[in-house]
Every structure is written in C-alpha cells, then in structure tokens.
C-alpha cells in the first residue's frame, strides 16, 4: 500500500466534513475517489495533502505523514493537481511549467515532453489560448516535472466535451503507468475506462471498495451509491 488513511476526520469552521474515513490505495495504477456533490472526495485530497487540519492516520509509504505542513508532504513525494485548472493565461505554456520548477530539484522535461509531446510544439503559446483540455495536460505537466509517487487528481475532466475527457484519461493511463493515482471523478465512463480500484464516500464516510470494474457492473450498486441508474457499459466489451 503506498498510502493508508486510518479514522481521518476533519472539522472546518465547526462542520465535520469527514467522519473517520479508512481508506487504502495499492501501488500503481488509478484509485478512483467517487461519491455524489458535496460528500468530501475533495476534503479527504485536502486532508492528505495538510491544506485542511485532520485528526487520525495518514501513513505514506509507511511513513505517517499527518499534521505535517504542505510543503514536507510534497517534498516527500505528493503531487496534487486540483479542481480549477488554474493555468496563468497570459503566460506561455513554457513559462507556466517554469514556474513550477522547485529549488533544488531537477526538473524532469524528458518526461513531460514524452508525455505531452503536444505542449513542446505549442511552448510558445500563451495557456489562455489553449483548450480545456490543454490547459488541463499544462496542470498535469506541472506536477509530473518534479518526482512524485503519488498524484491526486481532482476532477481533472469537470467541464470537457467528450473529446478531451477522453485524451485527458489517456493521459491519465500514462502517467499511471509511472506514478501511482487518486483520482477524484464524476465520469464514471471514464472511471470505467482507466481505474483498477473504486472507493466510494458518502457524508464523509467510505461506504464501498471493490475493483472499479465491479462497481461499474453492478447497476443496483451503482444506483444506491451514486444515485446513477444505469451500468456503465464496458467499452471493450461488444454490445449485443
Ligand atoms: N472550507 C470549508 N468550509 C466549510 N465547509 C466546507 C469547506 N470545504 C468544504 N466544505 C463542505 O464540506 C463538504 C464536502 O466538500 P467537498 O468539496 O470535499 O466535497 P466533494 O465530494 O469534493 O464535492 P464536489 O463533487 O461538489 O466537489 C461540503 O458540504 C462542503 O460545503
């Protein structure tokens, strides 16, 4: 397990948002963080990242990594992509991915570029020209120039048209390919396409684990956890 949360909880201005959350993410590969509006995929990111104060155990290859500042959790090997893609607009895709380089660390373009070959061909560009989907590759891009075990992904899709979820998740199958990813998501098509693992929170509880495919075939479950009618289909299966 790279990283095992253990009866988190977390208090925002007298709310309890999270009531005990116990949750683990294998090596490798997409976890998928799902659950409907407002039940706490976001907060628990937050919580592991130290943005939000927490109570209970957050172990990180190992290691405990609660109360600790932002800072030394990143340091440690956490990247955090969130919700709102905030690229600088006025600012080329080159400039923006400087700005994301630390002191003292070696930035990794080689991997980016192989990621993302796209955003060498348009390093001149300015970010607030790019699409969506462009901008989020640039989020992305930002992370993966410094080393990271461990991404968590906000949303990375909210707002896309089809098209670009679509070469978001495939940048996504990538970049899991290296790093191990928790993805907070709505699209359960591409929850379908690209996660091995699905955890499901409700009012700040975990209230299902099982692998992603499972989940996505079970129509009663899928409804009674995220209040979605219908099975996602597999689209590596033909349909009959
Ligand atoms: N800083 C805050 N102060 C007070 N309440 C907050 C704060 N941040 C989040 N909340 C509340 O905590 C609950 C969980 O929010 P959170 O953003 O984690 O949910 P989510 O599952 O990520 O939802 P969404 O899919 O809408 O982003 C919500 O009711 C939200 O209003």
Known sequence: MILRL??????????????GIDLEVAEGGVTALLGRNGVGKSTTLKAILGIVPATGTIEFDGRDIAGQPTHKIVRAGIGYVPEDRDVFAGLTVAQNLELAEQPGVDPDYDTVHDLFPELLERRKQRAGTLSGGQQQMVALARVMLNPARLLLVDEPTKGLAPKLVEQVGDALTRIAERTT????????????????????LDTGRVVHRSPAADLMADETLLDSLLGVSAAVPDPGKATR
């Open 6 to 19: 253990s009866d988190v909880s977390v208090r925002i201005a007298g709310s309890h948002i999270l009531h």
């Open 181 to 200: 990813v928790l993805l907070v998501e709505q699209n359960l098509p591409l929850v379908r396409r690209i996660a091995r693992d699905a955890i499901v």
